[in-house]
């Protein structure tokens, strides 16, 4: 096994069994990161296919970007069937409508101003953009959600599907409480399209009160390719069709139930 001299981390290229690689973090591998000089697409679509998050950081010696695979040790997912909706979410719903992929590059570039580009490299945006582009030949499904108080961004963030799981990458909210109800219009939009699973990444408290659970990496993995064995027709759903806005307030009653205020 190649490492990258720069980073200390295992070193990947392409060609690469990308499922065989996330076994091998499964079984016993220390830390969450690899490396790899390659955003070739392809590359990118099957890491994502395979349960990895793809990041990024600048190389120090000649300044080019670095891929960083990451399998978490410990991820926060949830059934979106039992997302937690407050009722403040519920209350404040009725002023935003959400949108899937209504404008993809602008929500990339909007996570990369509010956050910075230490992980969310420009070759990675790139690699990300092509995706989105490209998505009917993918195994990965790149998306947007974009929330909006009438014609403007209020909040938005961008993920994967694959299969019936959906990995939320990144995200931001422009507006006080607008991520909140992102959130949980995003959970009741999943719960209505058939999604199975809900990754959310790194486990953090604002995730666990939204209902998600916290599991080992070897846990995921086994529940995230139980999901991707089911297909999710995006383009066929009943109830939202790509680029239209939905009304949060009636997604969120479609399945209400009270919780916290």
């Known amino acids: 096994m190649d490492f990258d001299p720069a980073t200390s981390l295992p070193f990947f290229m392409p060609p690469l069994d990308t499922d065989e690689l996330a076994s091998w973090f499964c079984s016993g591998y220390p830390l969450e990161f ?127 599907f694959v299969g019936s799981c959906y990995t939320s990458f990144t995200g931001f909210r422009l507006r006080s409480g607008a991520g909140t109800v992102q959130l949980a219009a995003t959970g009741r939009w999943l719960e209505a399209a058939g999604a199975g699973l809900w990754d959310l990444g790194m486990p953090m408290d604002y995730k666990l009160a939204l209902g998600a659970c916290v599991v080992s990496r070897r846990d995921f993995i086994t529940r995230f390719r139980t999901a991707r064995s089911t297909p999710l027709d995006l383009d066929g759903l009943a109830f939202a069709d790509p680029h239209d806005p939905v009304a949060c307030r009636d997604l969120i009653d479609r399945h209400w139930t009270p919780n916290a205020s």
């Open 34 to 160: 690899c490396a790899s000089a390659s955003f070739d697409p392809d590359f990118v679509d099957s890491l994502c296919a395979s349960g990895f998050i793809p990041m990024a950081t600048e190389g120090p010696d000649d300044g080019r970007d670095l891929l960083l695979p990451k399998l978490h040790d410990f991820r926060a997912v949830v059934d979106p069937r039992e997302v937690r909706v407050t009722r403040t979410a519920r209350r404040e719903s009725r002023r935003y409508t959400l949108v899937r992929d209504g404008c993809f590059r602008h929500v990339l570039e909007t996570c990369a101003t509010m956050h910075g580009d230490g992980w969310l490299r420009p070759a990675l945006r790139e690699c990300l953009v092509f995706l989105h582009e490209t998505a009917s030949a993918r195994r990965s499904r790149l998306v947007s959600f974009e929330l909006y108080e009438g014609a403007d961004l209020a909040a938005g963030e961008i993920g994967a």
